[in-house]
């Protein structure tokens, strides 16, 4: 059981936006920030966004992160088949004194 | 180009230990905290271990805590993961990453970037 909760699950068409979300407790996303991972298939993971919006240098703009109270979200709109991969957030957790992970979302671009 | 490359997975029987290093290259390795940040099987990402840029600050997860050692070379840029009394569920790719942290205005910020390749470690008899 992962510390925050992710949708197993999210699809999509070429070209929609689609939503993932994170949820968590005032422990980690309500008083700390949020990062986002990308893992392609049988590829490492790779960071995708960090402190709740910010894009490192070479990740599309397509990619947007947000955060409100103790959830979180990634955002990507003009989705297209290469975005098709497994999605993670991740915060440091107060409590457990150490960054926590959500438990993935698949993305499929139908 | 910034690079890590693991190594030293193998299968290992439970209650054994292994050592797994990480090599970097590209970068100055003295100046960045390393974390271990493991994937069983089929599974989602799990943080094992940290260390300072010194190696003077470590930190573990609870489920390693008292059966893992991080460590580093900073002469050799190399960062290690002594793993004993190994269980089953300790299989797993084990990645090594570059530990962006710390605080600002009371929040906490921590990520990794970039990943190693990973080198798996499967504990069974």
């Known amino acids: 059981q992962s510390v925050l909760t992710q949708p197993p699950s999210a699809s999509g068409t070429p070209g929609q936006r689609v939503t993932i979300s994170c949820s968590g407790s005032?422990?980690?996303?309500?008083?700390?920030?949020v990062n986002w991972y990308q893992q392609l298939p049988g590829t490492t993971p790779k960071l995708l966004i960090y402190?709740?919006?910010q894009r490192p240098s070479g990740v599309p703009d397509r990619f947007s992160g947000s955060k409100s109270g103790t959830s979180a979200s990634l955002a990507i709109s003009g989705l297209q088949s290469e975005d098709e991969a497994d999605y993670y957030c991740a915060a440091w957790d107060d409590s457990l004194n150490g960054p926590v992970f959500g438990g993935g979302t698949k993305l499929t671009v139908l | 180009e910034v690079q890590l490359l693991e190594s030293g997975g193998g299968l290992v029987q439970p209650g054994g230990s292994l050592r797994i290093s990480c090599a970097a290259s590209g970068f100055t390795f003295s100046s960045y905290g390393m974390s271990w940040v493991r994937q069983a099987p089929g599974k989602g990402l799990e943080w094992v271990s940290g260390i300072s840029s010194s190696g003077g600050r470590t930190y573990y997860a609870d489920s390693v805590k008292g059966r893992f050692t991080i460590s580093r070379d900073n002469s050799k840029n190399t960062l290690y993961l002594q793993m004993n009394s190994l269980r089953a569920e300790d299989t797993a790719v084990y990645y090594c990453?570059?530990?962006?942290?710390?605080?600002?205005?009371?929040?906490?910020?921590?990520?990794?970037?970039?990943w190693g390749q990973g080198t798996l470690v499967t504990v069974s008899s």
């Open positions: 402190s709740n919006n």
């Open positions: 005032s422990s980690n996303i309500g008083s700390n920030t």
């Open positions: 990453a570059n530990d962006n942290r710390g605080a600002a205005a009371g929040t906490y910020y921590n990520w990794f970037d970039p």
